[in-house]
């Protein structure tokens, strides 16, 4: 049984975590494919945060409703079995609704299964409290991913392109630093975005998760 | 025809390594790239253990998908049949592992859960089917994609080992460091671009 | 929407089929597998393993707590061969395996160098690697005694218990927090970090073997080898070698006349809060 009873977070403290103190691309550094490969543009970076948000809710939503039925040791498949049905169900509403960022997207939508901050979310939480927490846990996160995705982004097409959003500012009064939507820029708009966040937070240093994400230490 | 397969075989290994690098260029496996790379030894062994679950479950995914999916027109399930062969993949290689070679589980097999959600090896399979590769090529690619994943994680926690001697400022230490550290070395293999024609 | 069977089939009972199916292979190959080629474990070793610090520190010799606690039941390593649990672990070893265990002695490690940066004097100014390995690699480290503490701290990085300080620029030990895994003593460039048993609590706090004019030139608190300490000793425990006074810790009965007779106060009791600076006219 992996249901146990602890006292559940309330909304505003689980809305604050997931938004800036436990942020999970720029606090947990969970997540980080998708934040360095679809920041090239605003619009991209929201589409993907969105996509993966949705997906997020809906899976931390469904894994606490199953939580007292999904055996201890085969926790982790299960998780990402569930994880995977919502990322297909995701793929081809985007796939109808909104080709161009689909097209725009390509194979990061399927790995949004890969993405470090469901299964983390999913073990962390999902798996200990009610579903509707959970939910509002997802969308929290979700919502922190988004925004962490929308700065990169901003900060990326700004140097990188002189737009924003499409909307054209500086392509036409300087030549853009093109490095900044290619493959480096990613890293350095990262690095520069969570030194920004680490200012910000009183210099609390990011620790990163996701590499030490197993099973046995995801659960605290 | 013979030799035109090998220069096949050799353009998509070294496309793999060096042109579209999975972690440098195309941001796959980059938890591992930042979380294991403190250490040369710890990289290597991740980047050895990758490689290994890339090309076999490449393999199986090409099988599989050919095999039962696409004949039924089921397309649409390549991502959850894939992340269950990755899953099953991984436990099945944990439990040979350990009772057949003792001494390779103590070295490597602290790595293979932390295999199950890594981007790369999910991205490879998906990287394939979206190229249509045929079976050699698919476990060419795979190969590749893995021996680049294993490069890059050695040079990059050389890199990272020599920057962690230096005195750097506290909001700095540790990821942002080898964030900045991660662009430069990115931006060298940007100069592989374009390095075949096609 | 009306759907024929055909459509039905085709649209719901198909892919579950697929994925079910592939599940269930898979899940099948699993447990089969995990019974096939199940290792058997010696449920010693796991209790073994259960008393142990769990540090993972070496400091026994085997590559962690697990490698030790398969050596102690196969009967390669001692049972209190973990210095870092000390009795107690070697005692509840013993009581894992039901065999008996003979007293060991506790060893403590300690930095031999009182060159504060206050009483030493500097060869260049050092703007390079923080660390004790590289800097000494760089003509002997910037101190004027080579042989002196550089206070870049690679003892306190390797420490896992956080038993070590660099205090005034030398290195210092905390003898409550230390479990003598001997890790400080491995990665001193200059070997200054020693063995002692507890308890003994006088050192002479200095390894220069330099001539005592050349000593006092770089260090007001090295040992000039004026050999006081080894004329005052009561128990004959100070022996003189190579300009440099030494403290036998097993003829050493802690009475102080050591301390009281050196005249560049070299000699330290570890236990006293402050070191007292006598005036050196």
């Known amino acids: 049984m992996s249901f146990q009873p602890f006292d559940t977070p309330k909304a505003w403290d689980i809305a604050v975590a997931g938004l800036i103190k436990e942020n999970p691309t720029l606090k947990m550094i969970l997540g980080c494919c998708p934040t360095l490969a679809v920041t090239t543009a605003v619009g ?99 919502l922190g991913f988004t925004l962490a995705l929308f700065t990169i982004s901003t900060v990326r097409e700004i140097l990188g392109s002189g737009t924003w959003f499409g909307l054209v500012l500086t392509k036409n009064l300087w030549a853009p630093a093109v490095l900044m939507i290619l493959p480096p820029g990613g890293f350095l708009a990262f690095g520069l975005v969570i030194t920004g966040m680490n200012k910000l937070t009183n210099g609390k240093i990011a620790t990163p998760m996701c590499a030490t994400c197993s099973p046995e230490r995801c659960a605290p | 025809m013979m030799a035109n397969i090998v220069q096949q075989i050799v353009i998509t290994l070294l496309t793999a390594i060096l042109v579209e690098n999975l972690v440098l260029s195309k941001f796959l496996g980059m938890c591992p790239f930042l979380g294991v790379t403190q250490k040369t030894s710890t990289a290597a062994g991740m980047g050895l253990a990758v490689t290994f679950v890339v090309v076999v479950t490449a393999g199986l995914a090409w099988i599989l998908n050919y095999t039962l999916l696409v004949p039924n027109h089921m397309e649409y399930l390549q991502t959850m049949t894939y992340i269950l062969i990755i899953a099953a993949l991984v436990q099945f290689v944990e439990t040979v592992v350990r009772k057949f070679i003792p001494p390779l589980y103590k ?21 394939n089917t979206a190229k249509n590769y045929d079976l050699l090529m698919s476990l060419v690619y795979s190969f590749g994609a893995g021996a680049g994943f294993t490069l890059a994680l050695i040079l990059f926690s050389g890199v990272r080992e020599r920057m962690d001697k230096a005195d750097i400022p506290a909001t700095l230490r540790g990821i942002p460091s080898a964030l900045f550290a991660a662009t430069l070395v990115s931006m060298s293999f940007f100069g592989f671009q374009g390095l075949f024609a096609s | 929407m009306n759907l024929s069977a055909a459509e039905i089939y085709q649209a719901i009972v198909v892919p579950t089929l697929i994925v079910g199916g592939v599940g269930l292979a898979f899940g099948l190959l699993l447990a089969w597998s995990s019974l096939a080629f199940a290792v058997k474990v010696d449920q010693r070793i796991l209790q073994v393993k259960a008393v142990l610090p769990g540090v993972n520190c070496g400091a026994c010799g085997q590559s962690g707590c697990e490698s030790f606690a398969e050596a102690v039941v196969a009967g390669s390593a001692k049972i209190n061969g973990c210095p870092v649990g000390g009795e107690g672990v070697a005692r509840k070893v013993a009581q894992v395996l039901g065999q008996e ?67 005034d620029g030398v ?31 006088h050192l002479v706090n200095c390894r220069s073997t330099q001539k005592g004019p050349v000593v006092k030139r770089n260090c007001d608190t090295g040992c000039i080898g004026c050999t006081k300490c080894v004329k005052v000793c009561p128990a004959s425990a100070i022996s003189f070698a190579n300009n440099l006074a030494k403290i036998d810790p097993l003829l050493c009965t802690n009475c102080g006349e050591c301390v009281r007779a050196c005249p560049t106060n070299t000699i330290v009791d570890v236990t006293a809060p402050v070191v007292l600076r006598k005036s050196l006219a």
């Open chain 3, 101 to 167: 265990i003979t007293n060991t002695a506790s060893f403590v490690a300690r930095v031999a160098c009182g060159g504060l940066a206050g009483c030493t004097r500097q060869k260049f100014t050092y703007e390079g690697i923080k660390s004790c390995t590289a800097a000494s690699g760089l003509h002997n480290g910037p101190k004027a005694c080579s042989f002196g503490c550089l206070g870049f701290g690679d003892c306190v990085a390797v420490c896992p218990f956080n038993a070590i300080v660099i205090v």
């Open chain 3, 171 to 201: 290195a210092k030990i905390y003898e409550d927090n230390c479990k003598s895994c001997e890790k400080c003593v491995a990665v001193c460039p200059k070997k200054l970090i020693g063995m002692v048993p507890r308890g003994k609590n």
């Open chain 2, 107 to 127: 070295a490597l097999g602290i790595y293979l859960p932390l295999i199950t959600t890594n981007c790369a090896v999910l991205g490879v399979p998906l990287l």
């Open chain 1, 44 to 142: 991209n970076g929201l589409g993907m945060g969105l996509a993966t948000t949705a997906v997020l809710m809906c899976s931390n939503m469904a894994i606490s409703l199953l939580r007292g039925v999904i055996p201890e040791k085969v926790r982790i498949p299960s998780y990402i079995i569930i994880i995977a049905g919502f990322v297909t169900v995701v793929m081809y509403v985007l796939k109808a609704w909104l080709p161009e960022l689909d097209k725009a997207l390509g194979i990061y939508i399927p790995l949004i299964v890969a993405n470090c901050i469901l299964l983390a979310r999913a073990e962390m939480f999902a798996a200990k409290y009610k579903p509707f927490p959970s939910l509002l846990d997802g969308l929290f996160m979700g």
